[in-house]
Structures are given as structure tokens and as C-alpha cells.
């Protein structure tokens, strides 16, 4: 029975390797004899132990103390009711393959598109636009370091090749802590990790009509590294668009567009830390060239963008639910506009020379991260108490 001689239902009675439970009345019969070891215990009681305990066919009453834990002041800063509500969308590498896109190519962009709280699944837009925002409100990680303008083709591709990705998770309501900042919607790219127990190599090529790309890794039970590249294949069919494009004999047009990806990923285990490092670069290149045979003018333009990252990475495994983590991370993006023209000069009908005229616009933009954080697993260091 408890403190209040009420009867304890399912409470268990050990006589050494023998144990029965409590009836509805709190009574449990044994069989034993001869000098034992008795154990009484309930849940949210203190357990009763007697050693030694002789069996002499006599009837017992315990009577079971309930259990007191002062826990002091309590505080509750917050309550979420997540019933209905999906914070987050992840896709896998294979789940982006399994979406069909105009380009032949798998993309996350592409894939992300499709999903429901993205407004428009219109192939072509630049970035993306969840519901409620705009394209420059979207922020997108790698991970976990922000980029500026990480989209080919004008849209249709993102620098994120699907072979060096792991996974893609998209953020339309609850974000995380570290992006309470932004104004939109987060998209988190996660990069390969995959560590093994030996040794291994492995690696693949994947090629279409826009672009040609490698993966290669290798990794054993403390490191990881991957190098990845792309390279647009729109050079080799040059000649196909020129034809295409070319219908006036009076003017001829080339038009060259051509991107590259470059990727490197490393990730080391050390004691309880893991140290890691990333590097992204990319690069968009568009020439229109228009010249006019007859009167010798001429009109050129190019367009370059470029982006480059570089991050590192530290997470200190302290143990008992807490994890510590740093990050240094760096972001270059720039773009080129050049343009020239050539006209001629007449003086009298006779060409007297050219006129040159020539105009560049240059942007660059430059940002820096260093963050420090903890993270605590209230589970687990309940569960060590």
C-alpha cells in the first residue's frame, strides 16, 4: 500500500529471481523459504528493500513512500502547435531526378518549383518565390553559408550539380534559428558527407546536350572529400545556332553562352570535432555580336557573372546533448556588362575611317559570415539525470 493505505496495483515483489505483481487489492502471494532478498517497488514510489529477509509462510505489509523531486522554478517561454503545419520540405538527390525538366538535367530548382508552396512551377523565372515573398527575399545555403545569384540559363539552372548533393530543404514557414533574420523562404543545399568504415573511391560523369559533369570522392571512418565540376556543352552546337539565328544575309549574329560549376567539399573527424570545408565557384559568360555587311557597322556585347565561396566549418561534440559549432565563411559575386560599337565615318560618300564608342559597367558584391553557436538536446540530458 502507498503512504495513504491505498492498495498499489502492479507494484512488483522480488524474492530473488522471483517476481509477481500486486492484485487489484495490492496483495501478491510467493512460494519461498529459507533467508532471501526482498525488492517492492512502484512507479512514482521509492522502492522498499530488505536483505536479509527470511520466508517463514507469514503474512507482510509495505507500505511504499511516493517519490518528491523539487525541480524549483519553472519557466515556459514558449509553446508551438505544429499539428498541420509542415515546416520544412526535403528532397532527396534521388527524389530531384525523379522530376522531369525542360533542360534534360536534374535541378534542384526545377524540382522545388513543383512543390505547393512555391507560387509559380513556371521553368525559367530566376530563383524562387514562395508564397508571400519575392525572388530577392528567398535566401539560398550552402551548407549553411549564404550565396548571392546562384542560378544558369537565366533561371533554368541552378550552380548546384545533382551528383555532389545529398540533399535540398526547403523552409516556407518555421525556418531555422540561424535564418530568423531573412524575409522569405530558406533553401538549404546539403552537400555530400558520407563517411565508411574502409577506404573508398568512387565517382561517375554524366553528360547531356547543355552540359557535361564528374563527381569523384573518396572517404574512410574520419575523412571525406569530393571534388565536383560542370562545364555547358552550348559551345560544341555553336555552329547549329549560328545557322539558326543567321536568316539575313545583310547581317550576321553570334550568340555564345557557356557556364562552369567547380565544387570541393572536405570533411575530417578528430576526437569529439569535426572540422570541414567548402568551396563553390561559378561562372556565367554570354557574347552577342551583330555586324552588318553592307554598311560596316558593327555592335558587341558581353555579359560575365561570377560567384565564389569559401567556408570552414567547426563542431565541437561536447557531450551529454550539447554541440558547439563555428563558421567562417566568405562570398564573392561580381558581373561585367561590355559593349562596343563600331559606325562608319562618310565624308563626300567615301568612307573616311570608324567611329569607336565603347561602355562597361562592373558591380561586385562582397559578403562576410562568422557565426558561434550552441545547440542543446533537452532529451538527452534529461536522460542522464
Not at 555553336?238 to 539558326?244: E, F, N, V
Not at 550576321?252 to 570541414?276: E, N, P, R
Not at 546533448?321 to 559575386?333: A, I, P, Q, T
Amino acid at each position: 500500500m502507498d503512504s495513504d493505505s491505498l492498495p498499489l496495483v502492479q507494484a512488483a515483489v522480488q524474492v530473488d529471481d522471483l517476481v509477481v505483481f500486486t492484485n487489484a487489492l495490492g496483495q501478491a502471494t510467493l512460494l519461498c523459504e529459507g533467508a532471501s532478498v526482498l525488492k517492492v517497488f512502484a512507479e512514482g514510489h521509492r522502492s522498499f528493500l530488505l536483505d536479509p529477509f527470511t520466508c517463514n509462510g507469514g503474512t507482510w505489509t509495505v507500505t511504499l513512500t511516493p517519490l518528491e523531486i523539487a525541480i524549483g522554478e519553472v519557466v515556459v517561454e514558449e509553446a508551438l502547435e505544429t499539428n498541420g503545419v509542415l515546416s520544412a520540405t526535403t528532397m532527396s538527390a534521388k527524389d530531384i531526378e525523379a522530376v522531369p525538366s525542360s533542360t534534360g538535367i536534374p535541378d534542384l530548382l526545377t524540382s522545388l518549383k513543383t512543390t505547393a508552396s512555391v507560387s509559380s512551377n513556371v521553368e525559367g523565372q530566376k530563383g524562387i518565390v514562395s508564397r508571400g515573398g519575392n525572388y530577392d527575399q528567398a535566401t539560398i545555403r550552402a551548407d549553411g553559408f549564404p550565396l548571392m545569384n546562384s542560378t544558369h540559363l537565366f533561371g533554368l539552372l541552378s550552380m548546384f550539380p545533382n551528383s555532389v548533393v545529398e540533399r535540398v530543404e526547403f523552409y516556407a514557414n518555421g525556418k531555422p534559428i540561424d535564418c530568423g533574420a531573412t524575409l522569405g523562404s530558406v533553401i538549404e543545399v546539403s552537400y555530400n558527407e558520407r563517411f565508411s568504415s574502409e577506404k573508398r573511391h568512387s565517382g561517375q560523369f554524366l553528360s547531356s546536350v547543355i552540359a557535361s559533369e564528374i563527381q569523384v570522392e573518396r572517404s574512410d571512418k574520419r575523412s571525406f572529400f569530393q571534388f565536383g565540376g560542370r562545364r555547358s556543352n552550348l559551345e560544341v552546337v555553336q555552329g547549329l545556332i549560328d545557322k539558326t539565328i543567321n536568316t539575313n544575309s545583310s547581317s550576321d549574329i553570334s550568340a555564345v553562352y557557356g557556364f562552369d560549376d567547380l565544387s570541393f567539399k572536405g570533411s575530417y573527424l578528430w576526437g569529439k570535432h569535426k572540422i570541414g570545408t567548402l568551396f563553390l565557384a561559378s561562372r556565367d559568360r554570354v557574347k552577342y555580336d551583330l555586324e552588318f555587311a553592307r554598311s560596316g557597322r558593327a555592335s558587341r556585347n558581353q555579359t560575365n557573372w561570377s560567384n565564389a565561396l569559401a567556408g570552414l566549418t567547426w563542431k565541437w561534440f561536447a557531450g551529454n546533448g550539447w554541440n558547439v559549432e563555428g563558421r567562417l565563411g566568405w562570398n564573392d559575386y561580381a558581373s561585367e556588362l561590355t559593349r562596343s560599337r563600331s559606325e562608319p565615318i562618310l565624308l563626300n560618300g567615301q568612307n573616311a575611317g570608324m567611329l569607336e564608342s565603347n561602355a562597361s559597367f562592373m558591380s561586385h558584391i562582397e559578403t562576410r559570415q562568422a557565426t558561434l553557436q550552441a545547440e542543446i538536446n533537452l532529451e538527452r540530458v534529461h536522460s542522464s539525470f
